[in-house]
């Protein structure tokens, strides 16, 4: 009985190592190397479906809007994109549905001093845009459009829970091709562009064109997260870098213009800079820790509620600043006539006071 097992246990042996080297392991490589090659498809199928997903529930709520430019000829009324004169006529943007009853966001350059905008819906309809308000400073405008039914909104997301790598997909119309999508990421948030744009903005890879601009931004979940607006080029199109104004900035611009005419900001008499890094080691602060008070309005809210220069400005109305561009976010969207919290380091005394701002008319 013994020597027949150690009969099967040689003969086992045997059988794994005539088995292994090399033709096993060739086999057993190319295996792994097809469950991989399978898993990748997966993978990049799975990402196509979400990318078809977000597009078609954001494609029916952008349009494309033809601004006439006030030097218009008159005698041309329509758009063709092989005529050079005509396309001279108009300004090609791009605008998205925010309500059922035709309530429209695009960037205020695509109508400024329009002589009138006609609007292009995904169904190939053509209606006249009316009622245009705007806020240059923003680069935002709101008009109306109108329908016998009701028309395909866009669903609002939160532009505040993006995160950088984050997956972003463009609508809109770049060189009045309508319906155009291109996919990119979340490059960077918070960024600044100088006087073109007032604002924190989006910065994305997703592709911008002219004729983007007005366009929506979504998320994977095809909620609209911000409205292309800019880009960064030495050529004039796009180059990797674009920008878009975030939709919790745009909930707030549409609505104070659908409701006021005018955008209302707040104030509080104060003027920030960031920190110094000398400054922000003496108060053991990261370099963008806070913003400091350099300026003070006489008899302003902030003279009033006991704020001096020199002040290290840690948060307002609960919400955490880092830099000057963090302030005056937060600061032009407060309700004016109520008190708000803000905390403060003075000569590396941490302490709180309150202020009351006031509307910027």
């Not at 990049?44 to 000829?73: C, E, H, I, M, Y």
């Not at 091709?177 to 960077?188: A, E, P, R």
């Not at 948030?189 to 911008?208: H, M, P, S, Y």
Request: proline share 4%.
């Amino acid at each position: 009985m013994t020597y027949s097992r150690a009969i099967l246990s040689i003969a086992a042996i045997a059988a794994v190592v005539a088995c292994t080297p090399p033709s096993c392991i060739a086999q057993e490589h190319k295996n792994e190397s097809q469950e991989a090659e399978q898993a990748a498809r997966s993978q990049a199928k799975s990402l196509s479906s979400a990318f078809q997903n977000a597009a078609s529930k954001g494609l029916k709520s952008v349009v494309t809007v033809l601004a006439k430019r006030p030097d218009v000829d008159e005698t041309l009324d329509e758009l063709d994109l092989l005529d050079p004169n005509s396309m001279r006529n108009f300004n090609v943007g791009s605008g998205v549905i925010l309500d059922e009853q035709g309530l429209c966001v695009t960037n205020n350059h695509v109508i400024k001093d329009s002589k009138g905008i006609r609007v292009r819906l995904s169904d190939g309809r053509e209606l006249v845009g009316t009622d245009l308000r705007a806020d240059p400073s923003s680069d935002l405008a709101i008009f109306r459009i109108e329908s016998r039914v009701p028309l395909p909104a866009i669903r609002m997301g939160d532009s505040d829970l993006l995160n950088v790598g984050d997956w972003v997909i463009a609508i809109g119309s770049p060189f009045a091709l309508d319906q155009t999508v291109s996919v990119g990421i979340i490059s960077s948030k918070g960024r600044t562009v100088g006087r073109l744009v007032e604002g924190q903005l989006l910065q994305t890879d997703a592709a911008i064109n002219p004729g983007n601009s007005g366009g929506a931004l979504l998320d994977l979940e095809g909620n609209l997260v911000g409205i292309n607006t800019a880009i960064m080029s030495n050529t004039g199109v796009f180059q990797g870098v674009g920008f878009a104004i975030p939709s919790s900035r745009v909930e707030w611009i549409t609505s104070e213009l659908s409701e006021f005419g005018k955008v209302r900001r707040a104030k509080v008499g104060m003027r920030v800079e960031r920190l110094s890094q000398d400054q922000a080691d003496s108060l053991q602060l990261p370099l963008r820790g806070g913003v400091l008070v350099t300026r003070l309005t006489a008899e302003g809210p902030a003279v009033r509620g006991g704020i001096e220069i020199g002040d290290v400005i840690l948060e307002i109305a609960d919400q955490r600043v880092f830099t000057p561009e963090d302030f005056r976010s937060v600061v032009e969207q407060l309700p004016a006539d109520k008190s708000y919290p803000v905390k403060l380091i003075r000569d590396t005394e941490t302490m709180s006071v309150a202020i009351t701002p006031e509307i910027s008319e």
